[in-house]
């Protein structure tokens, strides 16, 4: 393995749109270097190129699809042979499908799972030895996984039966990935927003206004301070809910 090179990386999926762009921006701001991926790939290049003029010191655009067995060893891989360690893995990519559970298709189920759930699954399995050396590297403030979960893997919602089912486990995983790892100064979070103002939401905006919806500068802000702490605080899970809601729904 390659010497992590100096300053920070962070290997970020779903960086082309919504909340993992701005995730990205914010990163590149602070001098990450980067890895980013979506399958999008001139639109990838182009978000690369901005993020560059931010002030990510290097970025490295890997498109490929998550619901694509091998692509997460790729990520990892092309992400260690260039940076050497890894201090932030933020999970940001995902589908949402909505639909009841009494007639949701089985192929379209399978799909949910796999960009979901088995690639962030995946991915953590091929990051963990980077996010290892970059906690060994610097044990103050460790590394750091951001998965974006949802609030429906935490309070079940009519028609999200796979969308919420996937998000639950990707819970889970947090919860676990912290249990094994986080005394060795590798934690994650998963972050459980309710709406939040993207594409992703378009489809329900006659019915929720954008106006009434979480903007991503706020996502970003929550993940701005979790890679500001240090190792030895461990924040399974944010769940932000709308202004004006129970708390406990989209
Ligand atoms: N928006 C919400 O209301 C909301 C609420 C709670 C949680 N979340 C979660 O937050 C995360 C980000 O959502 P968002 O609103 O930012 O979504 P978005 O605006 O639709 O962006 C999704 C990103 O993921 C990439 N992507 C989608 N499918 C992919 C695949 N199969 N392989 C690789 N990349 C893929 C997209 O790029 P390409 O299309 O080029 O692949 C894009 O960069 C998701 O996990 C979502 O479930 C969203």
């Not at 042979?81 to 949701?104: Q, R």
């Not at 980077?130 to 996984?145: E, K, S, T």
């Not at 429906?152 to 969308?163: I, K, Q, W």
């Not at 500068?217 to 190792?231: C, F, P, R, T, Y």
């Amino acid at each position: 393995m390659p010497e992590p090179v100096g300053g920070r990386s962070a290997l970020v999926t779903g960086a082309s749109r919504g909340i993992g762009l701005g995730i990205a921006r914010m990163l590149a701001g602070r001098g990450f270097s980067l890895t980013v991926a979506a399958r999008d790939a001139g639109r990838l290049a182009t978000v690369a190129d901005e993020l560059r003029c931010l002030g990510a010191s290097r970025v490295v655009p890997v498109p490929g699809d998550l619901a694509d067995q091998a692509y997460p060893a790729v990520l990892a891989t092309s992400h260690r042979d260039a940076f050497g360690s890894l201090d932030c893995l933020v999970l940001s990519a995902g589908v949402g499908t909505a639909g009841n559970l009494a007639d949701f298709p089985v192929e379209r189920f399978d799909k949910t799972v796999a960009v979901n759930v088995r690639a962030p699954f995946l991915l953590v399995q091929e990051c963990l030895p980077l996010l290892r050396a970059a906690a060994l590297a610097h044990p103050d403030r460790g590394a750091r996984v951001v998965a974006l979960s949802s609030i429906t893997g935490v309070h079940a919602e009519p028609g999200l039966a796979a969308y919420g089912a996937t998000k639950a486990a990707l819970n889970s995983l947090v919860e676990t990935l912290n249990a094994e790892e986080s005394g060795r100064g590798v934690s994650a979070t998963a972050l459980a927003p309710a709406y939040v103002e993207t594409d992703m939401s378009a489809w329900v905006r006659d019915v929720v206004p954008a106006e009434e919806m979480i903007p991503v500068s706020d996502i970003v802000e929550l993940v701005a301070a979790l890679v500001g702490l240090s190792a030895r605080s461990v924040v399974s899970r944010l769940v932000i809910s709308r202004a004006g809601t129970t708390g406990f729904g989209a």
